[in-house]
C-alpha cells in the first residue's frame, strides 16, 4: 500500500472515532439535562410520603416496619421521621414518631411539623374543634391523651402507654384514635373508626342520658367493672373515684365517689364546669325550673345582687352557682333523683346550647 493510501485510511479512522467521540458526548449531555430536568420537575413530587399513606398505617408499628412503609424516612432505635411528598401535604413538610421504652408496639407520639404560620394553626384548631369539643387554647387532654395544635402549626398527640405505673389497656386504641383526628384536622384525611371508638378511647364525653341509665345501687365491689364496661373512657382514682366525661356543652366531666367499705354505694357527685357555663347559667336556670320546680333563691352577695339557686331534683339538691354546680344529698344517692338529675341535664342541652350562644 502506497504511504498516500495509508495516510487516507489513517485519516478515516480518526475521524469515526471523533464521530463516536461526540455522539458520547451528546448521550451524556442529554441525559444529564434530562435528569436534572426529572429531578426539578418530577423528582419531589415522586418522593415522600402523602397523608394518606399515613393515614393507611395502622397503630402497632415498630420503628423498623414504619419506616419500612412509608418512603423518605428515616428511624433509629425508637424514632422516625417522615418527609412528605412535595405539595402533598399543604404547609406540613415532615412527620416525626417517638416510641416511649416502656413500649415499642406503638408510637407514643406523632408530630406534623408545619411552616411556620399561625393561620394554619387557626384552620387546624377549628377542623379540631369538631372532633374534640373541649380542645381549648389549641389542647386537648383526657387522661393519658394530649392533643396539641401549637400557634405555628404544628399538630401533635401523645399517649402515655402506662397509667399509674401499669400499662395502659387502651394505649394502642388511643394512638389509632389520636393520629386519625390529627390527621383529619390537618389534612382533611377521612376518620375510619366509628363515633363511639372516638368518644370510648378519646373522653370526648358521653350523654347525660347514658349516665342516668346507670345503677345508681351498684356497690364498689362491681363499681369499677360496671362503669367501664358503659364507660370505658373513664379515668379511676383508687378504687372508689371515677371520673366520667361528659358530652355536654356547659359541662366536661362527673366524678362518682363511692364509699370506701364494704358494700359502699354512691356517697358524693361533682359536676366539672366549662367556661361556657358562666354564660349560660341563666338558660339553663330557666330550663331546670321548667323541668323540677321553682328553686329555692339563696343570696352570694348582697350589695353585688350575686345570688344562688337551689333546685331540688328528687332529693337531690343541685346549687347553681356563679361558677360552679354543687350537688349533695344524704348518702347513699337515691337511684330515683341520681336518673332524675342526668335526665334534666340532657334535656337542658338544648337550652344550654342557646344560651351560650348568645351571650
Known sequence: MSSSARRKRQKEQEAK?????????????????????????????????????LMAEPAARTPKQLARDLPLSSASTSSVRVTF????????????????????????????????????????RAAMRRRLPRLRDGRYRWGPVDIFVRDGGDASFQVDPTIDGKPNPLFVRQVEAAKEVVLNAA???????????????LGTGYSPAALASLDATTKIEQAAATLAGSFPALTASGGSSFLVPL????FDSVRLAWRNEPGGRIESMGLATNPSYAASRASLESCFEKKVGAPQVRIVDYAAARKSYAFDVGKIVAVLDEQ???LSFDAPVDPASFALLFRTLDGCREA???????K
Open 352 to 358: 344550654a346550647e342557646s344560651g351560650s350562644s348568645t
Open 247 to 250: 358530652d355536654h356543652p356547659l
Open 17 to 53: 472515532k471523533d464521530d463516536r467521540l461526540g455522539a458520547i458526548i451528546g448521550f451524556v449531555v442529554v441525559f444529564a439535562i434530562v435528569a436534572l430536568v426529572g429531578t426539578v420537575l418530577i423528582g419531589p413530587h415522586v418522593y415522600g410520603a402523602t397523608p394518606a399513606q
Open 85 to 124: 411528598r412535595k405539595g402533598a401535604a399543604g404547609e406540613y413538610e415532615e412527620a416525626d414518631f417517638d416510641w416511649n421504652s416502656g413500649s415499642r408496639d406503638a408510637p407514643s407520639s406523632m408530630r406534623l411539623r408545619a411552616e411556620r404560620h399561625a393561620e394554619i394553626a387557626a384552620e387546624v
Open 187 to 201: 389534612f382533611g384525611t377521612p376518620i375510619r373508626l366509628p363515633d363511639r371508638e372516638i368518644v370510648d378511647v
Open 324 to 326: 360552679s354546680v354543687v
